[in-house]
C-alpha cells in the first residue's frame, strides 16, 4: 500500500495527548490514528475514556481540553492552530456535539441557526441564496418548511437535533465530526440522516469522525474503529471484524 500523503489524509494524529484545563489530568493520553479523505472512523469506548475530548479537540471546539502532547493534523491544518488558521479549521471542519439540539440558541429561528457559520462570517450574504441552502437542508433532513421560522423550544427533541445537523453541514465541510450524532433520532429518522451522510461521502469526499458506541452505526458506514479506554488506545482495525486488541483488554465495548 503507497504511504498517505496530505491529499490523502483528512485527520492525522501522532501521540497526541489532551489534558483538561491549565493543570488538569490527561483525557487522552498518546493516541495515534490516521482518517482517509472520505473515510470513515468510529471512535468507541465507555464512558469517560476521552471519546468527546478528543472529537471537540480535532473540531476545534471551543473547550477546556487542550493538546498538551504530540501532534493533530485536520484537514492539513494543525489541532494547535490559532487566529486565522484556528477560523479556517472551523471552517472546513462541521461540528455536531453531544446533546447540541438541547442547547440551540433559545432566541434564534430554526433558519437563523442554521444560517448562523454563514452569517457570523459575511454580513453581506445573499439572502435569497441563504434561504434556499436553508431549505434544501430541512428538506434532505426531513424537516418540514415551516420548521424554520420556528424557535427551538416549539421542536421535538429529535427535530432540534437534525437543525444542529443541518447547521454543522450548511458550509458543506470537508470533515464532519459528530458526537453520538444519531440521538433522539426514530428510526426512520435515523436511515434518512444516515443516507444523507453518505451521500456527502460519495459525492464530495467528505469525511466522517463519529463517537458512537452502537455497532449498526459503524457497519452501516463501513467504518474504521479506534476504541479507547481511560484515555488509552486499547483496541483498532480497518473494520469492527478486523480488530486488534492490547493483551490486557479482553472484551468488546457495549453498545
Not at 137 to 166: F, I, T
Request: overall charge positive.
Amino acid at each position: 500500500m503507497p504511504p498517505h500523503t496530505d491529499a490523502d489524509v483528512s485527520v492525522r494524529c501522532v501521540d497526541l495527548s489532551i489534558a483538561r484545563g491549565r493543570r488538569g489530568p490527561r483525557v487522552v493520553d498518546g493516541v495515534s490514528f490516521t482518517l482517509e479523505r472520505g473515510g470513515a472512523l468510529a471512535v468507541m469506548g465507555p464512558a469517560g475514556s476521552g471519546k468527546s475530548s478528543l472529537a471537540a479537540v480535532l473540531a476545534g471546539a471551543d473547550t477546556d481540553a487542550r493538546i498538551v502532547g504530540g501532534s493533530a493534523f485536520v484537514e492539513g491544518i494543525p489541532a494547535r492552530a490559532r487566529g486565522r488558521r484556528r477560523r479556517v479549521l472551523t471552517y472546513v471542519t462541521g461540528w455536531l456535539g453531544q446533546g447540541v439540539g438541547a442547547d440551540l440558541p433559545a432566541r434564534l429561528t430554526v433558519s437563523d441557526i442554521i444560517a448562523e457559520p454563514i452569517t457570523s462570517r459575511d454580513r453581506r450574504v445573499n439572502r435569497r441564496a441563504l434561504a434556499i441552502r436553508v431549505a434544501e437542508l430541512l428538506d434532505e433532513l426531513q424537516l418540514p418548511l415551516g420548521a424554520a421560522a420556528k424557535y427551538p423550544y416549539e421542536l421535538s427533541a429529535g427535530m432540534r437535533q437534525r437543525v444542529a445537523l443541518a447547521r454543522a453541514l450548511v458550509l458543506e465541510p470537508r470533515l464532519l465530526v459528530g458526537d453520538d450524532p444519531l440521538a433522539n433520532l426514530d428510526p426512520e429518522v435515523r436511515v434518512t440522516v444516515r443516507d444523507a451522510l453518505q451521500r456527502r461521502r460519495s459525492e464530495t469526499g467528505m469525511s466522517l469522525l463519529l463517537v458512537t458506541n452502537e455497532e449498526d452505526v459503524v457497519r452501516h458506514f463501513a467504518a474504521a474503529v479506534l476504541v479507547l479506554r481511560d484515555g488509552h488506545t486499547v483496541g483498532s482495525g480497518r473494520s469492527l471484524d478486523d480488530m486488534l486488541w492490547t493483551p490486557d483488554e479482553d472484551a468488546r465495548i457495549a453498545p
